[in-house]
Every structure is written in structure tokens, then in C-alpha cells.
């Protein structure tokens, strides 16, 4: 099976309110880094003004804390903040939960900082918060997740999610020709993001009539109730050929689910590349990995944010592509695709 790294910036309407990170998280990081819910690093670029380029402030609302998608995220918003002469204030909750991220963003949008750039933890939820923070003359960026209405917002830039879901099942086909059921474990229903990935799955298995699609369950971005409900799956129909973890966490507790049942061959996709994910797929538990670009995505957030205040007001929405982590390419490219849990 032959996969590459493709970065591409799609410039077209950004769909994905209607069904479009990434994850959600136990309340305590998984990774053992730094509490990130609040950082700051001063940039060294220039002397210019905020609205000239350089020397203002942006603000950095994760949809998570701890999450290694988040966490290399911020290394590329820091990166190019020091380019580009921004001091960066990070800050996120402890769970992928709008009634968590909504003070936060209140408290941001209080502190005035020149941009923001925001992951949403729930497309309904979060609409008037980030509006009121456009309003604010803040200019928000959306980064990795949108809303229903994401019309006040600088740009939204994020992976190909519905293209991520049918590369998951394409995996499975990949390592399953014969075919079978197959199952996804997603977080909640209502992240635009991975209502995204499983459509994706969903209209790729749909056209392939050698598999059944035994359908989506939910596991509230915690690791153990996404065990228990794999385990339950194999249980129910032990004859399941593969599962699809629509995101890092959900990855982590089918692992742990398959294990729990006993079952051998099941080919597990995980969408997400967390240094947990990786042992998983060297272990052989997980078979394969879909990984995002948040490195880029927060690269482009800075420049968005930059332009933005330099007087581009609106710009065109970015999708970013995503690689293929198998054991083949782990030690090449698909090592390289592997997410930091540091900066």
C-alpha cells in the first residue's frame, strides 16, 4: 500500500460546518507535559505595530489541553510568531466541552489581544462567543474545528476530514479484501470535525457492498468508555474485520477495548498520531494511522492572523491534507508526520 505526504492548501468553500480535531480529552493530560492551559512566549521580531505586522498579541484557545494534535499545533503557532514578531498566549480546557471553553474565551476576548485563533469544541455552542469576539475587533481565525456560521471569522483552516474518513476505510479494505462489518468509535456528535470523518467513512463503505457498517458510537472523548464499547462491539459481533477511531483518543481505547475482548484480527484505523498511537501501531494493535498537519494548520493561523491585521480582512478557507502512518513508512515520511508532545 503506497501513501505519501501531501500538503495542500484547497482554497474553496469551507464546508465543514455542516459536518467537518479533532478530539477530546480526560480531564488530566495523557502526554505528562507542562500544564498548557496557560502560556506565554514572547516573540523577537520586529518593532512594528499590530496592525502593520508584528509586536501585537494572539491568543491561542486550544479546543483541549494536553492533546499532542493541540501541542504541535502551538509549536507552529510559535514558530511563526517569532517570525513574524506576536507574542502567543495559549490557553485551553480541560476537556473538549463548550461549557468549559466558553469562559475562556469571554476571559480572552476581555484581555484583548489583536487575534485569535480558536479550535471550537461544538458548532451551535461556541457561534455567539466567537462572534462577540469578532465584534470586539479581535480578528479570530478558526483553526481545526468551525461553526454553523463561521461568515465573522478571518479564514478557517483544517484537515480534509470527510477525504481523512474515506482514507481510514480505504486502510481497512487495504488489510481486510475479503471484507466484513466494520465499526467507528467517534467523541460526541457535534464537532465538526469528526462529524466529518465519520460521513467520510460512512459514504465510502456505502459504495463498496463487501462491507457492513455496523455503525457509530460514541465515546465522550474518554479512552476507557471508548474500551468499553469496542469490547462490547466484538462481544455483539465478534465477526467485526475493522474499526475506525475518528480520533487519537478514540484510538487509544479501541486498542485497549480489542485487547479486553481478545480478539486478533481486527484492523484498527486511527485518525490522530499521539506518541501513544504510535507504540499501538508498533505493537500491532493499530494497524495503521491518519495524521493531520496541525504543525502547518498553526503555521497558517499566524499568517492568516498576520494578514488579517495588516488589512485582508477575509480570506480564502484552507484545507490541509493528511499521511498514512504505517509500519512501512514509520522510520521515513510517516515518522515525520508523528505529533510533538512538547514544543
Known sequence: MKFSIRTAAVLGAFTLALGACTTGAPETSPTGAADPTESTSEATGGESTPAEGGGGTIA????????????????????????????????????????????????????SPDALLVAPT?????????????????????????????????????????????????????????????????????????????????????????????????????????????????????DIVGIFAANLFAAEGSATGIRQAGATDVAVIGFDAGPNQVEALKAGTVQALVAQQPFEIG???????????????????????FTIITMDNLEGEGGEAVYKSSC
Do not use: W
Not at 506576536?86 to 480572552?108: A, M, N
Not at 465573522?152 to 484537515?159: H, K, N, P, W
Not at 499566524?302 to 495588516?310: E, P, S, T
Open 60 to 111: 491561542f484557545v486550544q479546543g483541549v489541553q494536553g492533546d499532542e494534535f493541540y501541542i504541535t499545533m502551538e509549536c507552529g503557532i510559535l514558530s511563526e510568531a517569532e517570525k513574524l514578531g506576536y507574542t502567543v498566549e495559549t490557553q485551553g480546557p480541560t476537556k473538549f466541552d463548550p461549557t468549559l471553553q466558553q469562559p475562556i474565551i469571554d476571559s480572552v476576548v476581555a484581555s
Open 122 to 238: 461544538d458548532v451551535t455552542a461556541m457561534q455567539r462567543p466567537l462572534e462577540r469576539a469578532a465584534e470586539s475587533g479581535i480578528k479570530v481565525v478558526l483553526v481545526d474545528t468551525t461553526v454553523e456560521d463561521p461568515s465573522f471569522a478571518v479564514t478557517g483552516i483544517a484537515s480534509d476530514n470527510i477525504g481523512g474518513g474515506a482514507a481510514a476505510f480505504d486502510a481497512i479494505k487495504e488489510l481486510k479484501p475479503e471484507g466484513g462489518k466494520v465499526l467507528v468509535i467517534s467523541t460526541d456528535p457535534g464537532v465538526s470535525t469528526l462529524d466529518a470523518r465519520v460521513k467520510g467513512f460512512e459514504e465510502a463503505v456505502a459504495e463498496d457492498s463487501a462491507f457492513e457498517y455496523v455503525g457509530v458510537q460514541y465515546s465522550h472523548n474518554d479512552p476507557a468508555t471508548a474500551a468499553n464499547l469496542v469490547s462490547a462491539a466484538l462481544q455483539k459481533d465478534p
Open 299 to 321: 503555521v497558517m493561523g499566524v499568517q492568516a492572523a498576520d494578514k488579517a491585521l495588516k488589512g485582508e480582512e477575509k480570506q480564502e478557507d484552507i484545507q490541509t491534507d
